[in-house]
């Protein structure tokens, strides 16, 4: 993102010296061309149509600047220059100065440019022009011809001439931006200085051709014209690349590749004001994550939800004024870095302004929409002083808001979850899968039994770490710790690769059992996790139908799009899907349609209390009702006692697990428990009636 502010604006503790160097130059460049122009109005009687033309073209053409290339040094490249450097090379100093700083001059004042920065354009023009004619000066003692025969001398001192008026120019704008900025101008990077280069090259060493073919005929020279359209065209596509590789499509804000490198350059400014001692040293990153999009996205449609965005992204835009940055990171998350603050209390303050303007609904097709955000703050340089450690620390802080139901929430290091003691706990969890032959990670499964037949039909494999300090760790916790790191992805895999070869050891023990797994909705990001499950499935020879993944609900809705290939892959294979904890998110319908999911598990809060809550049993009896239209097979979890078992059969539920069946135990165990289990009676009060041990197929379900 360029920040315009960045770009224009003089901080007022930099002004003396930088108005001081820009005077310097001002001075210098009149002192350079002073002769040479003041020979001119005599010249100019004498002077050929071809040089009126040129001039006439480099005006024109100087109207038109090329806008800066996105990290350069940020000046626009004018490209007037091929004529003003043809007319030096043909005529001398004077007449290309005059017809330059015209050209200049019109073309900065069309970028609305204050009167500083158009002053010292024409100067760096001048002073450029000067030093390659002092080159074409000292190597040359007559004309130089370009006509005719090769004169190699004359080429050589023509290249050398535009490298001078290059070296010149840049040096001058990079001293400039250096004094303006401090440190925070930084230097260009070096391949956006490579291309002004180019341009400016191709530019330059026009000049000589267009003064060969102007020695033919004055009327070949507007030919000129389409080979600088041609540049002009080259800067626009690549600016345009630049600029999109660093925006957010829907919303046209900053996407998070452009506010890293913002961040990065007001962090550097803010340093240098810091050393200044000036009191706005502080900036604050803010995040933010909108409290309502999901449901707008899922009642009204992705259509409805994309304006919605927009419209928040105009909102905040409108709300932080010019100097603050707005970007898109994703989804519902939007970013906004206020430079300039004074301390804690400033950020809190922007924080608050741009809740209050996303309190007010937004109206789309005469709808109020109450969007609503909980923001996260951190302060630079308290909170960190880098992008992504600002970045984590904004996000522990926006968690924090969203916990407690606040709207803003600035970082404190107290409340950060990411505390060492969660870093060392995801720590021991990657060297306890990295290690070769650990056992303090296995899998327990629980056994699912189908309620119409009491049969054992599958089981749901969970996780158990057994710490070696800390003893159990509960899986909850340590997947909410490890979801939003690479050390996940390192978890599925083990657990994946764990029941696999587990079903294949109970099948050469003739048990063959679905089993279901669990994976993070991060898991299926990307299309590996599909790849590694058709893999270990050939490997071990277990067919696909025997194995499905539980997704949970609320993760799946969070992002269904990016989700939908890799289930769709899974079902392809046969691999089949179950929505997890169903009833505890939002989910659409919609969703729940079109999605290949196979089965629908309700979670055991609503099981739980279903025997004495009205209202938990309608929300379980409809759950079953709808999976049962939608011909997908349902799970209750945590039953844990008779009264409910019996309710969810009356309900039509195909199949149960809780602890009133068994609870989750070692794989190995699971073929001594299958023998010793009996089925609870199927009509009749009280008491379990004993049938012989049933091993039973894949069967149950749709
Ligand atoms: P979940 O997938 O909904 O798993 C069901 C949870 O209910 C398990 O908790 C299970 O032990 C518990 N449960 C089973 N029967 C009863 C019952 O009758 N009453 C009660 N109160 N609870 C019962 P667990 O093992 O603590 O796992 C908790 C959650 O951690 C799981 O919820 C799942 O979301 C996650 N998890 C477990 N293992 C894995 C894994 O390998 N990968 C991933 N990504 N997540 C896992
Ligand atoms: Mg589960
Ligand atoms: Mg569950």
């Known amino acids: 993102m360029e920040s315009a502010a960045l770009r224009s604006s003089v901080p007022p503790d930099r002004a003396v010296p930088f108005f001081g160097f820009v005077a310097a130059v001002a001075a210098l460049a009149v002192a350079a061309v002073a002769v040479p122009l003041a020979g001119l109005p005599a010249r100019l009687p004498e002077l050929p149509v071809a040089w009126w033309v040129m001039a006439g073209l480099a005006v024109a053409a100087g109207a038109r600047p090329l806008a800066p290339q996105g990290r350069g040094l940020g000046s626009p490249i004018y490209p007037s220059i091929c004529f003003s450097f043809a007319i030096m090379l043909g005529w001398g100093l004077g007449p290309a100065v005059a017809v330059q700083a015209v050209a200049v001059a019109v073309g900065a004042l069309r970028l609305r440019q204050p009167a500083w920065q158009v002053g010292l354009a024409v100067a760096q023009y001048e002073l450029a022009l000067a030093a390659a004619a002092l080159v074409v000066g000292l190597a040359r003692h007559g004309e130089l011809a370009f006509g005719g025969q090769p004169r190699w001398s004359a080429v050589t001192v023509t290249v050398a001439a535009a490298g001078a008026w290059f070296a010149v120019r840049y040096g001058l704008d990079a001293a400039g931006a250096r004094l303006r900025l401090g440190p925070a101008a930084g230097a260009a990077d070096a391949r956006a200085l490579l291309f002004e280069a180019i341009c400016a090259g191709a530019l330059l060493l026009l000049g000589p051709v267009l003064l060969a073919a102007a020695a033919a005929s004055w009327a070949l020279i507007p030919l000129v014209l389409l080979p600088l359209y041609a540049v002009h065209r080259m800067v626009r596509a690549s600016v345009d690349h630049e600029q999109l590789a660093r925006m957010d499509p829907l919303t046209g804000l900053a996407n998070r590749k452009a506010l890293l490198a913002e961040v990065a350059d007001q962090a550097a400014a ?342 004495q809550d009205a209202d938990d049993a309608a929300i379980v009896t409809s759950t079953i009702e709808l999976a049962r239209a939608l011909g997908l097979r349902v799970v209750a979890e945590g039953v844990e006692d008779e009264a409910t078992w019996r309710r969810l059969r009356e309900a039509r539920c195909h199949a149960a697990q809780g602890w009133f069946f068994g609870r989750p135990m070692p794989g190995d165990e699971l073929i001594g428990w299958l023998a010793r289990y009996r089925p609870p009676a199927v009509s009749g009060g009280g008491g379990r009636h004993r049938k012989p041990p049933s091993i039973s197929g894949a069967a149950g379900g749709k």
């Open 270 to 611: 803010h340093a240098t004001r810091a050393a200044d001692g000036a009191a706005e040293r502080r900036m604050a990153l803010l995040l933010l994550d909108l409290d309502q999009f999901k449901h707008v996205n899922d009642a009204l449609g992705h259509a409805v939800g994309d304006r919605l965005l927009v419209e928040v992204g105009q909102r905040l835009v409108h709300t932080v004024g010019d100097a603050a940055a707005v970007a898109r990171l994703g989804g519902d998350e939007f970013a906004v870095l206020v430079p300039g603050l004074v301390d804690a209390d400033d950020a809190r303050a922007a924080a608050g302004r741009v809740a209050l303007a996303l309190a007010e609904p937004v109206w789309l097709d005469g709808l109020p929409l109450d969007v609503g955000a909980a923001i996260g703050v951190a302060l630079y340089p308290e909170h960190g002083d880098d992008f992504a450690t600002l970045m984590r620390h904004a996000d522990v802080a926006m968690y924090d808001a969203k916990s407690r139901g606040a709207t803003v929430s600035v970082y404190a290091p107290e409340s950060d979850h990411n505390s060492p003691e969660r870093l060392s706990l995801l720590a021991d969890l990657r060297r306890a899968l990295e290690t070769p032959g650990s056992d303090e990670i296995t899998m327990y499964y629980q056994p699912q039994v189908a309620l119409e037949t009491g049969e054992v039909v599958g089981v749901e494999a969970l996780l158990r770490w057994h710490h070696p300090r800390r003893g159990r760790v509960n899986p909850e916790e340590l997947i909410r710790a490890a979801e939003h790191t690479a050390v996940m992805r390192l978890l599925t895999h083990r657990v994946l690769d764990d029941v696999v070869e587990q079903m294949a050891k109970w099948a050469a023990s003739g048990v063959r059992l679905r089993a279901s797994l669990n994976v993070s909705v991060r898991d299926l990001h990307t299309g590996e996790l599909a790849d590694r499950v058709a893999d270990r499935l050939a490997r071990y020879g277990v067919p696909a139908a025997l194995l499905q993944l539980e997704i949970t609900e609320g993760a799946l809705m969070a992002d269904p799009r990016r989700v939908l290939a890799t289930i769709a892959r899974l079902d392809r294979i046969g691999v089949g899907i179950a929505l997890d904890d169903f009833g505890t998110g939002y989910s659409s319908l919609q969703h729940l349609r079109r999605l290949p999911v196979t089965e629908v598990k309700v979670d055991r809060s609503f099981v739980l209390g279903m025997v």
